[in-house]
């Protein structure tokens, strides 16, 4: 799996959590446990691009794999250490539903627009 794939797991664990949470503890602590287990490995090295001349925000994006349209380094047979717009998008919004989250403001996409 690549790490854009993991943000928006870890953003549906979490999401998927916290609308549990009303049903059923057991499955809510769960997938919510899990959502934020993705999020602190996403926020660690390997994946945080914590290079000053990196551009990317998250690592190991792939773009086309089948294609080979992705950078596969030397001594490697996978492709890594690239970033993607959508895999960045994906972490910035798993990051904003986790301040949600945390701060216990409903999450909604519309949210902040009121």
């Known amino acids: 799996m690549d790490s854009s794939a993991a943000a928006i797991a870890a953003q549906g664990f979490l999401r998927l959590g916290s609308y549990l949470e009303k ?7 769960a997938y919510t446990k899990w959502g ?11 994946y945080l691009a914590t290079e000053d001349k990196h551009e990317g925000l998250l690592l190991h994006s792939v773009y086309h794999h089948p294609n080979g349209w992705d950078h596969v ?5 996978v492709p890594c250490g690239e970033s993607s717009m959508w895999g960045d998008y994906h972490m910035a919004e798993l990051c904003y539903t986790a301040r949600q989250l945390l701060e216990e403001r409903p999450y909604s996409f519309f949210s902040d627009l009121n």
């Open 23 to 29: 049903t059923d503890i057991t499955q809510a602590a």
């Open 73 to 77: 380094p030397e001594g490697q047979s």
């Open 36 to 46: 934020w287990k993705i999020l602190n490995t996403l926020l660690s090295e390997p």
